[in-house]
Structure formats: C-alpha cells, structure tokens
T-cell receptor, first 114, second 114 residues
Framework: AQTVTQSQPEMSVQEAETVTLSCTYDTSESDYYLFWYKQPPSRQMILVIRQEAYKQQNATENRFSVNFQKAAKSFSLKISDSQLGDAAMYFCASLDSGTYKYIFGTGTRLKVLA | DGGITQSPKYLFRKEGQNVTLSCEQNLNHDAMYWYRQDPGQGLRLIYYSQIVNDFQKGDIAEGYSVSREKKESFPLTVTSAQKNPTAFYLC?????????????FGDGTRLSIL
C-alpha cells in the first residue's frame, strides 16, 4: 500500500524568509501524482502545487516550488518570501492510480513569525 | 461557479441518533470522497465512490454509511454505532481515471455530540 510521511509536525519561519516542508512517500507505481494542500484556520483545503512523477522538472507556482527526488521518493515544498497568510497546516498527498484513492500525510503546521 | 457544497456547517447529534451530512457537487466529477479529520490530525478516508450506484469502504468505515444515487450527490450518514463521531468531516470530488486532476474539497461540516 502507498504511504505518505511528513516527519515535521510543526515548523516556524520568519516573515520574508524561506522554509522547506518535508514529505516522503512509498509506492510501487511507475506513474503517479503528488500534491501539496494548504489548510488555513478556516479549514478549507486549498491545492498549492502538484507534480507528475514522469516529469523531471520541479513544479513551481509563484512563491511555492517543490524539490522532487524520485529515486529518494522525496517531495518537499519550498515557500519563498513567506507571508503571514501562509500560516496553515500543509498536507502532502499522493494518488494511488490503482484504486484512485488519495493518500494524505499527517500534516505540518507552519507558523509565520512577524 | 462550480464547486462542492457541504451542509450543514455545524451539526449536533444526540445519543443513539443517526445524522446525515450532505455533499453536492456541480463540477461533473465522477468520484466523490468522505474524510474525517480529528483535531490537529490528518485526513482519514471513510468511504469513496467512483461511479453512481457504487462505493467502497475506506480506512474507517465502521459506524458510517453512504449512498450514491446521483452523480452530484454523496450523503454520509453517521449512525449510532459510531461511538466517537465528534470530528470535522470533509467531502471531496475529482475526475475518475484522470490522475492529473486534484481533488476539490467542500468547506466541511463540524459534528459534535450533545
């Protein structure tokens, strides 16, 4: 079965600085997709960025980028120029293309310090 | 605008009572999902449905039931057999067999015991 592991329950970053959130996964699939979701205090789940495993180029969305290391099964999220509005829970997720179930990590709570 | 609507936003259950959480989507998505989120924790899959009139148990299905009579609707019933129902419930949907598409989420229902 696929698993997704986020080993950092909580992280802090100073406003305008850069922070990296870690995620590792385990899958036997050759083709799969990875996602980062943000859950602010409102509890809405917001897609931040996604990565297709067959693409070697790391995905980027404005201040958010990933470091995708396929061999190491690592999918970290880098947030540049952190803003107060980035404070949230961040969940890493993978899609099991066999069952079409999404597998979520346990989340990392990000605090942004003014 | 297309989206997922969950209702009610807050729900209270009495001892021995069944309650039903509503989830409706107008995104023309094939697959729909129910997750449970406990305070400070990740998402756990309760049930999911990939096509109308078919659904599968997730990781924590005991004490819950679902139906999928229409593509747009996937209601979740929390039965009296669920002894610890207090949690935040999220409904999500996606295109089936289109791995490039992420899940879209509703705004959630918070269920508490009276």
């Amino acid at each position: 079965a696929q698993t997704v592991t986020q080993s950092q329950p909580e992280m802090s970053v100073q406003e305008a600085e850069t922070v990296t959130l870690s995620c590792t996964y385990d899958t036997s699939e050759s083709d799969y997709y990875l996602f980062w979701y943000k859950q602010p205090p409102s509890r809405q789940m917001i897609l931040v960025i996604r990565q297709e495993a067959y693409k070697q180029q790391n995905a980027t969305e404005n201040r958010f980028s990933v470091n995708f290391q396929k061999a190491a099964k690592s999918f970290s999220l880098k947030i540049s120029d952190s803003q107060l509005g980035d404070a949230a829970m961040y969940f890493c997720a993978s899609l099991d293309s066999g069952t079409y179930k999404y597998i979520f990590g346990t989340g990392t709570r990000l605090k942004v310090l003014a | 605008d297309g989206g997922i609507t969950q209702s009610p936003k807050y729900l209270f259950r009495k001892e021995g009572q069944n309650v039903t959480l509503s989830c409706e989507q107008n995104l023309n998505h094939d697959a729909m999902y129910w997750y449970r989120q406990d305070p400070g924790q990740g998402l756990r899959l309760i049930y999911y449905s990939q096509i109308v009139n078919d659904f599968q148990k997730g990781d924590i299905a005991e004490g819950y039931s679902v139906s999928r009579e229409k593509k747009e609707s996937f209601p979740l019933t929390v039965t009296s057999a669920q002894k610890n129902p207090t949690a935040f419930y999220l409904c999500a949907s996606s295109f089936y067999r289109d791995s490039n598409q992420p899940q879209h989420f509703g705004d959630g229902t918070r269920l508490s015991i009276l």
